[in-house]
């Protein structure tokens, strides 16, 4: 029996890449409203190449979690976070904001802070931050922009199985459609409701996680012998921070 769900975006022989560098040749998928998804694929595979294409096809109805944060160093906590919602605000306001935090916002990032363990590090620079504290700063910032999807490119990669868990529960708390990569093959099948899996840029396996195994998944890593392989860096985007 076919998915009743709506349908938010089909790719239907479609070639993704950079310029004139096709990374991933006559892609064809769908994604639906309320999945949940998990992108796997050895690094080079084409995951990040394929979540900037669904960014730039779903435009504003995706927040988005980049591998590499886009962080300003130099700003607080606060500030960073902020940033996920700059456009819906005069630049006079956002100016203002740069000096005296306004009130409901910060009461807003403030409970997104919470929530992800950053409680009293609202003032401190980004840069003063160890890394896992940075990607749930990028985190918060994408949960900021309040859209109802949310993709993310390899948002826990850093961090244990159980603080992964509490990061995807916040963000399906807020989302009610998202597309993760992650190298994390257990909770591909444990947490999330589909999985795509990129390998030599094909698109290998398009399933309903509850059909699928871990050796499914282990077939999409070359070394999936190594037990290093299910925390390798990310993909042609350019490795975890």
């Not at 479609?14 to 992108?39: C, F, I, K, S, Y």
Request: charged residues 20%.
């Amino acid at each position: 029996m076919g998915d009743s769900r709506r349908p938010l975006l089909c790719l239907d022989d479609v070639d993704l890449g950079h310029g004139d560098r096709v990374v991933l040749p006559g892609l064809r998928l769908t994604l639906r409203q309320g999945e949940r998804v998990a992108l796997l694929g050895p690094s080079g595979a084409g995951k990040s190449t394929l979540l900037g294409a669904l960014r730039g096809r779903l435009g504003d109805t995706a927040a988005w979690c980049p591998q590499q944060h886009g962080l300003v160093p130099q700003l607080a906590v606060y500030h960073n976070v902020y940033m996920g919602r700059l456009a819906e605000h005069s630049a006079l306001a956002n100016l203002w904001n740069l000096v005296r935090p306004l009130a409901r916002p910060w009461r807003q990032v403030a409970e997104l802070c919470d929530a992800l363990g950053l409680e009293g590090l609202m003032r401190r620079p980004v840069g003063q931050l160890s890394g896992g504290q940075r990607q749930r700063v990028a985190i918060a910032r994408a949960l900021y922009q309040q859209r109802a999807l949310f993709l993310g490119d390899e948002p826990v990669a850093s961090v244990d199985p159980h603080q992964a868990l509490r990061l995807l529960a916040l963000i399906d708390a807020r989302h009610a459609t998202s597309v993760i990569a992650l190298h994390q093959r257990e909770l591909a099948l444990t947490h999330f409701d589909r999985v795509w899996g990129l390998r030599d840029g094909r698109l290998v396996i398009d399933a309903s996680a509850r059909d699928l195994t871990l050796a499914d998944l282990d077939a999409l890593y070359p070394d999936a012998g190594n037990p290093v392989a299910s925390a390798s860096p990310g993909d042609e985007a350019g490795g975890r921070p």
